[in-house]
């Protein structure tokens, strides 16, 4: 639903969240860890009981599949359906690896970590923001040349580029908790402010937008805390999910599909 009182809006209708058995899923990346370690104790324990090489093999990969429908994009899916045959793949002295130790196969759990922090597992994944769709931003929620712009979970900086091109006279910030990710940013990004933190205890009132790629269970967080510290006049931005509980100031379809939902302060609340 638009506000009525703006020219510039899209109407769109209320999208209801997807109905799914697997919502009670545990957070990513979760998933991946419990389906790699699953995948790996079953096929011991079929050695350990004589069961021949190829058919524990077989067991342990679909086992892999059959848990992979944890995941909610095929990205994810892939992860956690590969997780079992790529790490036993790395220990075949045929890949001209040589016999490598069984504790190899644990890599991918410990760059997982490195990337999600377990405090973010709540949070989105690592996904990035496509490059043109913010590009019709400025037209519906101008800035002045020099406002201050957060994005809210910046990961590796594609948000922060698309925002850029939409607002070359913005000054940009960015905040991170995963260390890596905050590391490659500013090395990626030298124009933007990118610093570690939680981005729910991070003060958003000295800023004149926050964008957001986020889950859409996080949202209604979001609009909690925007509308106790955004100041009257800033937005709010949202890449895909909507805040089901605010009207917004305006919507539009991006060119990849994506919606792009954008609410202004002092927010206008949905009746029931």
Request: charged residues 15%; proline residues 10%.
């Amino acid at each position: 639903m638009a506000d009525p009182a703006n020219t510039n809006a899209t109407a769109t209708d209320p999208q209801p969240a997807p109905r799914s058995r697997w919502r009670a899923a545990p957070p990513w990346p979760l998933p991946a860890l419990l389906s790699w370690g699953v995948s790996w104790a079953a096929f011991r324990l079929m050695l350990l009981r004589d069961w021949p090489m190829v058919g524990a093999l077989v067991i342990a990969a679909l086992l892999g599949v059959v848990l992979s429908l944890w995941g909610d994009s095929w990205w994810r899916k892939a992860v956690v359906a590969a997780g079992f045959p790529v790490s036993f793949a790395l220990s075949l002295p045929m890949l001209g690896l040589g016999d490598m130790p069984a504790w190899v196969w644990l890599l991918p759990l410990v760059v997982m970590l490195l990337v999600y922090p377990v405090n973010t597992w709540a949070d989105a994944p690592l996904f990035p923001t496509p490059a043109k769709a913010l590009h019709a931003l400025p037209g519906f929620a101008p800035l002045p040349a020099g406002a201050k712009v957060l994005d809210a979970g910046c990961g590796l900086g594609h948000g922060l580029q698309a925002l850029r091109h939409a607002y070359p006279k913005a000054q940009f910030y960015g905040i991170e908790w995963s260390a890596t990710l905050r590391w490659l940013c500013a090395l990626r990004l030298p124009w933007a402010r990118i610093s570690r933190g939680d981005i729910w205890l991070a003060d958003w009132s000295g800023y004149q937008m926050v964008y957001l790629f986020q889950r859409p269970e996080s949202m209604p967080k979001a609009v909690a805390k925007a509308a106790q510290e955004l100041r009257p006049g800033a937005w709010m931005v949202s890449l895909d999910f909507e805040a089901a509980q605010l009207v917004p100031k305006a919507s539009y379809k991006a060119s990849d599909g994506k919606m792009v939902w954008i609410y202004k302060m002092p927010f206008v609340y949905a009746r029931p």
